[in-house]
């Protein structure tokens, strides 16, 4: 059976599968969906048949079991988490990067490849200020893996501590837990990370910031790194990264943003400015499966001076020899710490080629003009109360009631299968929580059903 005929079968069963579905969400509790796909497995001869099943049939069935047991980033009522609809065209070139299954690690692996990640590298490297013939990148799984290469490059920069002394990491209250994740997969310990007060809205505060590094020079403690965020994921606040790159310096430490979310402002000529100071940064990340509406994995790891790389540098014999390099058969093996590394850089690449910097400004301006429409309804209506004004496109928000009902009438919308909305918790309260990486949102049919649901709850 050809590509084009299995392609042709998928699709269709995406489209059975989301009809079946009906909403953003199936309208089952977690235990019946759990009990639905394992029976449609079981009455096809499970996951491991003794005979296959043929390539039309399991790629077909399986595609309209994850399509109908979805929860889809495109409805315009699904707008919980940092997961964006991703471009029809960036789909497709998933379609061509799966099926060629290069790898980057090798230049033979990947001959064209190679370079379509430098390039597009280079160039949001640009976008981020940096100076694109001195900065270098790589395209990551995430966030989540840009801040440990963040950490990993500071940690290896920094001098050793003194004896009984300890390296340390400085971030914001609202900073991503993968922070501390990280720093406790490089050695340093998740309690090497000292949190930083933050203002009235949420930002670090280098005041605070100063102190905490002052007082970690006078313990004789190494500052390794100060991580900024350029969109903290329950608020979408962003640190003054100018302030926080400077305050940093000053200690010797090495300045690292978190822009996996906020990132995507730069696209926008009216947002950008939100950003001023992200080309102090020794390191950023950015996320384009956020703002950047390509599917995940889509992350990008920017260091400002190439030379910071030079600790993941290895040569192995098999994949790169010191005289294929010379050659100019040199792969990407030392910027990344994977191994076989598919070419994510394709997606990306289509989606800034697609639209342009001003056609993925116009999206992040659309998402944001609806967070801003959003919170004004909540603000004037009677059964809400605005906990955080967007800066980005998140919107915090409560039900009038108590935590347990706000809570409740999320699950209720999950139940029902009529919206999927975020939760989090702020200054000790439970929150409903909207991130809007979908420009047809509808705001006002979500808020509407969150008070629905809310009233009953509230019963």
Known sequence: ????????????????????????????????????????????????PEQGTGPGEAAAAVTRLLAYGAADPAHPAC????HCPPLPETVAAEVAVSALNQS??????????????????????????????????????????SNLMGLLLARDRAPEPGPGRRRRVFASAGAHFSVRRAAALLGLGDDAVRPVAVDAGHRMDPASLAAELAACAADGDVPVAVVATAGTTDTGAIDPLGDVAAVAAAHGAWTHVD???????????????????????????????????????????????AAAFAPLETRAAYLNPDDDAEAGYDGL??????????????????????????????????????ALRAADLVAAHPELELVASPVLSTVVFRYAGTDEVN?????????????????????????????????????????????????????
């Not at 001959?111 to 981020?128: D, I, K």
């Not at 950003?275 to 996320?287: F, K, N, Q």
């Open 259 to 305: 822009a996996a979310h906020g990132g995507g402002a730069l696209f926008s000529a009216r947002l950008a400015p939100l950003l001023r100071g992200l080309s102090e940064a020794d390191s950023v990340s950015i996320d384009l499966h956020k703002f950047g509406w390509v599917p995940a994995p889509a992350g990008v790891f920017l260091v400002r001076d």
């Open 1 to 48: 059976m050809t590509l084009n005929v299995l392609i042709d079968q998928v699709l269709r069963a995406m489209s059975e599968g989301a009809a079946e579905r009906g909403g953003p969400v199936p309208a089952l509790p977690p235990a019946r969906l759990a009990a639905h796909v394992r029976e449609v497995l079981a009455r096809s001869g499970g996951v491991l």
């Open 333 to 370: 093996l030392g910027v990344s710490l994977r191994t076989t590394r598919r070419p994510d850089c394709v997606k990306i690449l289509v989606a800034l080629r697609s639209l342009g910097r001003a056609g993925l400004g116009e999206l992040v301006e659309r998402c944001h003009d609806l």
């Open 104 to 145: 980057l690690d090798s230049w033979d692996q990947g001959p064209a490849a190679v370079t379509l990640e430098r390039e597009t590298v280079a160039a949001l490297a640009g976008l981020a200020g940096f100076r694109p013939d001195r900065a270098s990148g790589t395209v990551t799984t995430g966030g989540s893996e």
């Open 79 to 82: 707008s919980a988490h940092l």
């Open 407 to 459: 809570a409740a009438l999320r699950r209720r919308l999950l139940l029902e299968g009529r919206a999927v909305v975020g939760r989090t918790e702020l200054d000790g309260r439970v929150c409903l929580k909207l991130t809007v990486l979908n420009p047809s949102a509808d705001v006002e049919a979500l808020l509407q059903a969150v008070v629905d649901a809310g009233r009953k709850e509230s019963r």
